[in-house]
């Protein structure tokens, strides 16, 4: 059965975005940038909700711009390959290798699970990956957990008021000072 991963970067204290609603703090360095380009590889279907669709919609002609570093380019080329499902009450049309979810994100998540398919099914948007880990959906925790404090903003655990024993799988420490962290929901 594929497995749902939950993935971003991090502040220190626990935010996707600060109390501002900017990230200017997660820009990765090459080898983070290479790193997140490997992990979205390994999935074969990424679910979004709106806010993040919109935001990585950057990434749908970024490859047009030749000036760009290989790097660059090459997240692209995974990305827009990438299946997307996008979770929105107000998107008529998304665009790109992206359908609108037809159903609820848990009928969604058991419709992918069933079907035959290769990867993980990647959530990214801490709404989405709040309503998914309340449902008890995730499998695994990927942090990139960034050497800044925020000080406030949209927590990247979601606050649904119930334990949730993890048991740690992997790490890796970058040169910029991210730390990976990778952690498997113990059943």
Known sequence: MRSVT???????????????????????????HRFATDEVREAGVHLLGRRLYETMLYWET?????????????????????PKVVFSTTLSAVQGNARLASGGLAEEIERLRAEPGDGDIA????TLAAEAAASGL???YRARV??????????????????????????????????????????
């Open 123 to 126: 959530i990214g948007g801490a």
């Open 62 to 82: 970024v490859d047009q711009n030749p000036s760009l570093g290989f790097s660059t380019i090459e997240f692209a080329a995974v990305w827009n390959a990438l």
């Open 6 to 32: 939950y993935s971003m970067g991090v502040s220190l204290d626990g935010y996707v975005v600060g109390p501002d609603g900017g990230f200017d703090w997660t820009p990765p360095d090459e080898e983070v």
């Open 138 to 140: 995730i499998d695994e």
């Open 146 to 187: 960034y050497p800044v404090l925020v000080g406030g903003g949209i927590p990247f655990f979601p606050q649904h008021e119930r334990r949730v024993d993890l048991e740690l799988v992997g790490t890796r420490t970058f040169g910029s000072g991210v730390v990976y962290l990778r952690y498997r929901v113990a059943r």
